[in-house]
């Protein structure tokens, strides 16, 4: 079955880095995009990066470029985020998920699995 687990979150001071991971299984890593979207404390979920399916272009929110690199390893069947300069505003649940979009999306509405989030907590 479709499965997609998180890993990488932790704790660090601001200005520092983490890397994630999503390691998928149950479908092709290049049939599907991988968003990788967050949620705050009392905030709504909203998205960060994501890959897209048809050319691997990645798309990302504006809070986040230039100190977030979205990329696909095809042989751990993972997608990673790495993020660099992390400030505390960006200390939420992060969550990977797969849809079937073509081009990319950052909308959650458009994803269909999702792992079960990895915490990030960022001190200043």
């Known amino acids: 079955q479709v499965q997609l687990v998180e890993s990488g979150g932790g704790s660090v001071q601001a200005g520092g880095s983490l890397r994630l991971s999503c390691v998928v299984s149950?479908?092709?890593?290049?049939?599907?995009?991988i968003g990788w979207f967050r949620q705050a404390p009392g905030k709504e979920r909203e998205g960060v990066s994501c890959?897209?399916?048809?050319?691997?272009?990645?798309l990302y929110a504006d809070s986040v470029k230039g100190r977030f690199t979205i990329s696909r390893d095809y042989a751990k069947n993972a997608v990673h985020l790495q993020m660099n300069n992390l400030k505390p505003e960006d200390t939420a649940v992060y969550y990977c998920?797969?849809?079937?979009?073509?081009?990319?999306?950052?909308?959650?509405?458009?994803?269909?699995?999702w792992g079960q989030g990895t915490q990030v907590t960022v001190s200043s």
């Open positions: 890959i897209s399916s048809n050319d691997g272009s990645a």
């Open positions: 149950g479908f092709r890593l290049d049939y599907y995009t």
């Open positions: 998920a797969a849809g079937l979009i073509y081009d990319g999306s950052l909308s959650e509405d458009e994803y269909d699995y």
